[in-house]
């Protein structure tokens, strides 16, 4: 009866854990993208969505709460590739736990 308690203790820990999976997965496939743009010398970070972050918004996970930043290091020069090409859409997950492709989570 006493270990009753230790029952939603657990499923908080581990709910816990899945919800940052999700993000991390999303922060490496966006580093990967612009890892095959060509870019070199950057940065990808996942922070909270209410800090305020030096960089680009890139994508946006654990159901809006955090945010990934894009920021080139010092010395990336003018030569190097964006972030994201032009026109290619953002990866968003979507309030309700879906990722949309363009950032509209209307539809």
Known sequence: ?????????????????????PCEALRAQIEAKIAAAGVTRFSVTTVD??????????????????????????????????????GEPILTECKNGTVSVGGDCLR
């Open 1 to 21: 009866m006493t270990r009753t308690w230790l029952l939603p203790i657990a499923f908080a820990f581990a709910g816990a854990a899945a919800a940052a999976e």
């Open 49 to 86: 969505a209410a800090a305020v972050a030096a960089g680009q918004v890139v994508g946006s996970c654990e159901l809006g709460s955090k945010k990934i930043v894009y920021q080139r290091e010092p010395g990336s020069g003018a030569g190097a590739a964006p972030a994201r090409p032009r």
